[in-house]
Antibody, heavy 118, light 107 residues
Framework: EVQLVESGGGLVQPGRSLKLSCAAS????????MAWVRQAPKKGLEWVAT????????YYPDSVKGRFTISRDNAKSSLYLQMNSLKSEDTATYYC???????????WGQGTLVTVSS | DIQMTQSPASLSASLEEIVTITCQAS??????LAWYQQKPGKSPQLLIY???SLADGVPSRFSGSRSGTQYSLKISRLQVEDIGIYYC?????????FGSGTKLEIK
């Protein structure tokens, strides 16, 4: 059974940094693209980042490019999201997802809430 | 960026009724379209990928179709467990974008 468990969310002040983690199990982690998708409170879904199987390629929308960094450790079956220069508009539940290449999101974690506020 | 225009924003239907949700892509995305269901308080789940293919474990009452750049999700016989918010997503090119969602309720 595919399992994705996020951690690292919490309350952080604007301008500060936070690192999210996602522990994967139930599949061969190194064979899949992985991604982060977020959902602001009572709002829709927004793609945040994708990383290739080896980690050599990363993809971001303009809204987070230069501030967020996605990475992975295939030996630990873990995915990460380093978030810097956080803004109030980054407040959201962040989902880790297993992705079919740079296409759809086949499996999702339960999410971790990030609140950016002073 | 590719815009996905989803309609309706909300929908109230009776049990066993046929329900249809649509998404219009702002440009050609071929069959690179997915549908997700998000039940209250839960994470999204993949329903349909490749515009028409059913994801594993999804009931056969769900189906997807395409006509040009318009995509539809159909629920053939609405069940109480189908309530939630439905999203389309274009999977053709980055930045990947979602529709704004359709909230489905039971009448």
């Amino acid at each position: 059974e595919v399992q994705l468990v996020e951690s690292g969310g919490g309350l952080v002040q604007p301008g500060r940094s936070l690192k999210l983690s996602c522990a994967a199990s139930g599949f061969t982690f190194s064979n899949y693209y992985m991604a982060w998708v977020r959902q602001a409170p009572k709002k829709g879904l927004e793609w945040v980042a994708t990383i290739s199987t080896s980690g050599s390629r990363t993809y971001y929308p303009d809204s987070v490019k230069g501030r967020f960094t996605i990475s992975r450790d295939n030996a630990k079956s873990s995915l990460y999201l380093q978030m810097n220069s956080l803004k109030s508009e980054d407040t959201a539940t962040y989902y880790c997802a297993r992705q079919f290449s740079l296409h759809w999101f086949a499996y999702w974690g339960q999410g971790t809430l990030v609140t950016v506020s002073s | 960026d590719i815009q996905m225009t989803q309609s309706p924003a909300s929908l109230s239907a009776s049990l066993e009724e046929i329900v249809t949700i649509t998404c219009q892509a702002s440009q050609d995305i071929g069959n690179w379209l997915a549908w997700y269901q998000q039940k209250p308080g839960k994470s999204p789940q993949l329903l349909i990928y490749g515009a028409t293919s059913l994801a594993d474990g999804v009931p056969s009452r769900f189906s997807g179709s395409r006509s040009g750049t318009q995509y539809s999700l159909k629920i053939s016989r609405l069940q109480v467990e189908d309530i939630g918010i439905y999203y389309c997503q274009q999977a053709s090119s980055a930045p990947l974008t979602f529709g704004s969602g359709t909230k489905l309720e039971i009448k």
